[in-house]
């Protein structure tokens, strides 16, 4: 058996640059990795083929959960005649703007090209990825980077690892390619002020970070407006959805500030999280 952490991402800043011709967009992003993480179960089985099983009913376990597209993607590559079967023990919420599907599917293509030794290369897994979900290649640089592209093309940002973070997340799922399709380009090219305020560190200056997608997925959620409010009334330095929502995520520089919040808001809303940037 083999026990495999699948973690979540935030965007630190999102912009949105263009359309492009294959009708996915060019954005201009922060990621970074999150302790909030799923946990992948892995074992061999003899017959040649994939299950998967979840704690989370709303977690599809056929041909759709990203897991069994890396595997249709990968088995081509196996020199035996096992299968695998995979449990995933879901923690981070579904839709949520934290790539959880993205993540699970990264993680697993990693394990089986470990444990079955493909000996695929980085890039190739990060090229294989890319073709699940733009938001895979993250998951094969991990840290902190921009991403450009659909998310696929990367430039390495100071690290900000080890920085204390409350996700919220009030259990409204928001479609990412709901949000693609309402969204206008706004190139507001603020990305450039959020890594000098990165690099800077701390005190994070709340001005810099920025979401581009906020303000269609509010749309649908207004509660996302109302938590990024609380978050600031109990002194968050920077409050923030994360990707497409609906989940809002919180940077706190002192412990007890997130241990304050988390403590007031931890009944109040389905997901309440304590991490950190990895
Ligand atoms: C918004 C972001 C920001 O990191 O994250 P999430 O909120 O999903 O976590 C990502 O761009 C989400 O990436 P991901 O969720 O993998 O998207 P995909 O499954 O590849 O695409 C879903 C749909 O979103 C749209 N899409 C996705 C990525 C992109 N750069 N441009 C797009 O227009 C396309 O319409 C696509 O059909
Ligand atoms: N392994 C998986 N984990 C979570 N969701 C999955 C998985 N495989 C497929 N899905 C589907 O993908 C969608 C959400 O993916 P997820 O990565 O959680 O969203 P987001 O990218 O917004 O964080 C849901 O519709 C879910 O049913």
């Known amino acids: 058996m083999y026990k495999i952490n699948s973690y979540g991402k935030i965007n630190l800043s999102l912009d949105i640059i263009n359309k492009r011709e294959d009708g996915y967009h060019n954005i201009d992003t922060i990621m970074q990795l999150i302790d909030l993480k799923d946990i992948l179960y892995i074992e061999e089985n003899k017959f040649n083929n994939l299950k998967i099983s979840c704690n989370n009913k709303e977690v599809p376990t056929d041909e759709n959960n990203l897991v069994y597209k890396a595997w249709n993607l990968l088995k081509k590559y196996k020199e035996n005649d096992y299968g695998l079967n995979v449990e995933i023990d879901k923690k981070i919420p579904i839709a949520a703007g934290l790539a959880g599907g993205s993540s699970n599917a990264a993680y697993f293509m990693k394990a089986i090209n470990d444990i079955w030794k493909l000996n695929l290369s980085n890039d190739e897994l990060k090229q294989l990825g890319k073709k699940i979900g733009a938001d895979l290649p993250f998951f094969f640089e991990e840290g902190t980077v921009r991403a450009e592209g659909i998310g696929d093309v990367f430039s390495p940002v100071k690290n900000f690892k080890n920085i204390n973070v409350l996700i919220v997340n009030n259990g409204y799922k928001i479609s990412t390619e709901y949000v693609y399709k309402k969204i206008k380009p706004l190139n507001k090219n603020k990305i450039e ?52 929502g609906s989940t809002v995520f919180a940077l706190y520089e002192q412990e007890d500030g997130l241990n304050n919040a988390y403590n007031k808001l931890k009944n109040k809303y389905e997901f309440v999280y304590k991490t950190k940037t990895l």
């Open 193 to 244: 002020k959020c890594i000098k305020t990165i690099e800077e560190g701390k005190p994070f200056k709340k001005e810099f970070y920025y979401n581009a997608m906020t303000e269609i997925s509010a749309g649908i959620c207004p509660q996302i407006h109302e938590i990024i409010d609380e978050l600031y009334s109990l002194n968050a330095s920077v409050a923030l959805m994360s990707g497409s």
